[in-house]
């Protein structure tokens, strides 16, 4: 099972984006899906996490500005951003806590990492 990332780029402050993350492969469920960043030289952090059943947590830095989303029939997930600020800029990962349809067993994968960056 793979995990895409798409739809990053390079955004005035105030402005929006929109990230995708795109499961692919033999999948018997996703679980939880989320959105992290990370800073050159910093720690990995979450952003945003939403379960299969839709219920969803923010970091308190992006609440407000941030919704995630997911369509469980395309096995995708989103972040709409909105009021970017320059602290925004990070490269961002989604993750999801997957079970292939075989071995049947959970792991939790990660996408590449698309890079966000708010900048005037």
């Known amino acids: 099972v793979q995990l895409q990332a798409f739809g990053g780029g390079l955004v005035q402050p105030g402005g929006s984006l929109r990230l995708s993350c795109v499961a692919s492969?033999?999948?018997?469920?996703?679980?939880?899906m989320s959105w992290y960043r990370q800073d050159p030289g910093k720690q990995r952090e979450l952003v945003a996490a939403i379960t299969s059943g839709g219920s969803t947590n923010y970091a308190d830095s992006v609440k407000g500005r941030f919704t995630i989303s997911r369509d469980n029939a395309k096995d995708t997930v989103y972040l709409q951003m909105n009021s970017l600020k320059p602290e925004d800029t990070a490269v961002y990962y989604c993750?999801?806590?997957?079970?292939?349809?075989?071995?049947?067993?959970?792991?939790?994968?990660w996408g590449q990492g698309t890079l966000v960056t708010v900048s005037s």
């Open positions: 492969g033999s999948i018997f469920r996703i679980n939880t």
């Open positions: 993750n999801a806590v997957i079970t292939p349809a075989f071995p049947r067993f959970e792991y939790a994968g």
